[in-house]
């Protein structure tokens, strides 16, 4: 079956970088649009960003445009999200997923996620 597995999480100082992972398998990695959310307590899943299949595009949220990267890996089935200035408010639980073709970002599949937590 498909499994998503996030790790890399933890706790960083305000401005510091942490570097989260996604290892993918069950399913063709290639063909899928890949993204990352974060859920932070009392608060909405919300969006950080997104990588096409082929890691040509990518999309960000407003509050992390310039500080964060996403990239990936189609030969080892991974996507990196690195995180760089990092703020109090990006603490939260951040989960990565697949979204499949025809990518109309319906993610089908995702990860237990991850904690990062940001002290000041």
């Known amino acids: 079956q498909v499994r998503l597995v996030e790790s890399g999480g933890g706790s960083v100082q305000a401005g510091g970088s942490l570097r989260l992972s996604c290892a993918a398998s069950?399913?063709?990695?290639?063909?899928?649009?890949m993204g990352w959310f974060r859920q932070a307590p009392g608060k909405e899943r919300e969006f950080v960003g997104s990588?096409?299949?082929?890691?040509?595009?990518?999309d960000y949220t407003d509050s992390v445009k310039g500080r964060f990267t996403i990239s990936r890996d189609n030969a080892k089935n991974w996507v990196n999200l690195q995180m760089n200035s990092t703020k109090p408010e990006d603490t939260a639980v951040y989960y990565c997923?697949?979204?499949?073709?025809?990518?109309?970002?319906?993610?089908?599949?995702w990860g237990q996620g991850t904690q990062v937590t940001v002290s000041s």
């Open positions: 990588i096409s299949w082929s890691g040509a595009s990518t």
């Open positions: 997923a697949a979204d499949k073709p025809p990518w109309r970002g319906e993610y089908d599949y």
């Open positions: 069950g399913l063709t990695f290639r063909n899928y649009a």
